[in-house]
């Protein structure tokens, strides 16, 4: 018997482990059937979410703590157990911008704190105060971004014009001179700069080495109601994500995205994602980043509670929401660790043992204890050097206030 | 009632406003969602935003209600967030509501009504647009066959006609196979 569950996303890069789970068998190994709705707004996506018109979507992480919140429309609790991907974000600027940034664009990207200063040295030479496009207000790039400017003392409310515009339509904005640049997932940063129009300025893997980005969203009482169904679909997902992050896969992947039910862009500009060779000006030799975009190692998929809470600081930090006990205990469990433990129990996927970490502490690789298998983490810097602490929000929000 | 319905396809919106007129309404303006049609629609300060559910800009029309300073009062997405079956009608006919102060459900419910006519006209002129295509490439074929074989029209036809009934497909199928082969094998037309 198979079941058919209704999941929508956005088409971006980071879809893949969804579409491989739906094309390649892995979803039907666990009889289910996928019915995956292309969706061209976060508001639709969200609304088809909140309104029970799918069971999942392919969802922004602060999107998901947003909606719990009730900052974004209808208030739905939202429960996460399963994160789609980690980086795969760039910033990047209009050429003539870029001029005022470091040219050698391998440095620049290598140093985000260096490149920040300089964009804030280069604000007051441009001809108007900077148009940046951001894909949503509750989205990592724009969290992302904040954080990048902040870092330089530029104020992202004040110093700069945050535009929200779709990720399909940046390139045209670029175009008629409505943004002077964007932070977008994949390929729409790669398509500005294939067209000439724009310099890639900052990675998001730069910025967090380890980013959260999107995660697998369900309605809580759809979760608590059919744990069966779940459990079988993220037992799809996981062996679809170890496809994707494989590099023997990383061509087949890109032609299966070019499809237009899926991304519809060229596979060749999809493919720097996947392998991680950015080309940051346009004709240049791509630069390598072996993290640009994960799906699998290192626990990828795995909900650590910290990330939910560092997303809900974010939202305190740029008053979007009031710190209060309660709404961090709702923001930490949108992500749900335990679903995902049990979901996964009897398979070779490595399981943290912990639900909670310090989030930025980690410079090296680090062996860490799993109930399963060999788990390594990778280095999670921050690229100011924070390192944020679940356990302690307050003192972590304090130390921001001399940057505001 | 100020009514703005942001819309790329002209025709849409005008069936959209057609129905709202034909209800009383009469304060209603289309605003394509392109360029500044965020700074537009705020100083409109409408009472209620219809929005095509599939368009990429209902992003950018939220951080604006979000943000606005002209459209302080409450806006929610659709008009009584108990009524399930509303709700479920309005996504599936593809329409989208920003709300100011209050019940609109009459508007909502207008708004449905004319999106899925629409949905119907639309698609009843993809079908006249296949036919006309199809015709064309029935013409097309027919041509072939008159200037390769030597054929009259009502000949030509008769052929294609009869081939497809014995291979059990479309005419149009045929003479498409007709116009690959004449192009593959560099004939002329």
Same mark, same amino acid.
């Given at each position: 018997m198979t079941t058919t569950l209704r999941i929508a996303f956005l088409p971006l890069t980071d879809a893949a482990v969804l579409a491989v789970a739906s094309e390649l068998g892995f979803a039907e190994e666990q009889g289910l059937s996928l019915d995956l709705v292309r969706t061209t707004s976060w508001a639709t996506l969200r609304d088809r979410l909140v309104y029970g018109q799918v069971q999942a979507a392919h969802m922004l992480a602060p999107l998901a703590v947003a909606v719990t919140l009730g900052l974004s429309q209808q208030p739905a609790a939202l429960a996460a157990p399963y994160k789609l991907n980690v980086n795969g974000n760039m910033l990047v600027l209009a050429s003539d911008f870029a001029k005022a940034l470091e040219p050698n664009v391998k440095s620049r990207l290598a140093d985000p704190l260096g490149t920040a200063h300089d964009f804030a040295a280069a604000i007051g030479l441009w001809r108007r105060k900077p148009i940046i496009g951001v894909v949503h207000r509750f989205s990592s790039h724009a969290i992302m971004l904040r954080y990048w400017l902040a870092s330089a003392g530029v104020d992202p409310d004040r110093d700069v014009v945050l535009r929200v515009l779709p990720p399909s339509l940046m390139v045209e904005a670029m175009l008629a001179d409505e943004i002077d640049g964007f932070i977008a997932g994949e390929p729409w940063g790669s398509a500005a700069v294939e067209a000439g129009l724009a310099e890639a300025v900052a990675i998001g893997g730069r910025i967090w080495r380890r980013?959260?980005?999107?995660?697998? $969203?369900?309605?809580?009482?759809?979760?608590?109601?059919?744990?069966?169904?779940?459990?079988?679909?993220?037992?799809?997902? $996981?062996?679809?994500?170890? *496809?994707?992050?494989?590099?023997?896969?990383?061509? $087949?992947?890109?032609?299966?995205?070019?499809?237009?039910?899926?991304?519809?862009?060229?596979?060749?500009? %999809?493919?720097r994602?996947?392998?991680?060779? %950015?080309?940051?000006?346009?004709g240049e030799a791509p630069i390598e980043n072996p993290d640009f975009m994960m799906f699998a190692r290192e626990a990828t998929s795995f909900p *650590?509670?910290?990330?939910?809470?560092? %997303?809900?600081?974010?939202?305190?930090?740029?008053?979007?929401?009031?710190?209060?006990a309660e709404n961090a205990t709702r923001a930490g469990t949108v992500f749900r660790p335990d679903i995902f433990r049990r979901a996964l129990a009897d398979t070779n996927v490595p399981m943290p043992g912990a639900s909670m970490k310090l989030e930025g502490a980690l410079d090296?690789?680090?062996?860490?204890?799993?109930?399963?298998?060999?788990?390594?983490? /990778?280095?999670?810097?921050?690229?100011? /050097?924070? %390192?944020?602490?679940?356990?302690?929000i307050e003192e972590f929000l304090a130390g921001f206030k001399s940057q505001r | 009632m100020r009514i703005v319905i942001i819309d790329d396809s002209g025709l849409r919106a005008t069936v959209l406003e057609e129905g709202l007129r034909d209800a009383g309404y009469d304060d209603i303006h289309i605003v394509p969602p392109r360029g500044a049609f965020v700074a537009r629609l705020e100083r409109m300060a409408p009472d209620v935003v219809l929005m095509d559910l599939g368009s990429p800009s209902r992003d950018t029309l939220?951080?604006? @209600?979000?943000?606005? =300073?002209?459209? #302080? =009062?409450?806006? #929610?997405?659709?008009?009584?967030?108990?009524?399930?079956?509303?709700?479920?009608?309005?996504?599936?006919a593809g329409v989208s509501a920003y709300v100011v102060d209050g019940l609109r459900k009459p508007v909502l419910e207008l708004a449905v009504r004319r999106f899925n006519a629409f949905a119907r006209?639309?698609?009843?002129?993809?079908? &006249? =647009?296949?036919?006309?295509?199809?015709?064309?490439?029935?013409?097309?074929?027919?041509?072939?066959?008159?200037?390769? =074989?030597?054929?009259?029209?009502?000949?030509?036809? &008769? @052929?294609?006609?009869?081939s497809a009934m014995n291979q059990g497909k479309k005419i149009v199928d045929v003479a498409q196979a007709i116009i690959i082969a004449s192009d593959l094998l560099g004939g002329a037309l």
């Open positions: 980013g959260v980005e999107k995660v697998l $969203a369900f309605r809580e009482n759809w979760l608590s109601d059919n744990p069966d169904s779940t459990d079988r679909l993220l037992r799809a997902l $996981a062996p679809a994500a170890a *496809w994707c992050d494989d590099p023997a896969h990383h061509g $087949a992947l890109a032609h299966l995205l070019s499809d237009p039910r899926y991304v519809d862009q060229p596979a060749e500009l %999809i493919l994602a996947l392998t991680g060779n %950015i080309v940051a000006r346009v *650590w509670r910290s990330q939910a809470l560092w %997303i809900y600081s974010q939202l305190v930090r740029w008053k979007m929401v009031d710190h209060s090296l690789p680090l062996a860490v204890g799993s109930r399963r298998g060999e788990l390594t983490l /990778g280095p999670d810097r921050f690229f100011d /050097g924070r %390192i944020f602490d679940p356990e302690r | 939220e951080e604006m @209600l979000t943000v606005s =300073r002209a459209l #302080a =009062r409450p806006i #929610a997405m659709f008009v009584d967030q108990s009524d399930e079956a509303m709700i479920g009608a309005a996504i599936d006209i639309q698609s009843e002129l993809d079908e &006249a =647009r296949t036919a006309l295509s199809d015709r064309k490439v029935i013409d097309r074929a027919k041509s072939i066959l008159m200037k390769q =074989r030597g054929l009259s029209e009502q000949d030509a036809y &008769a @052929l294609l006609r009869s």
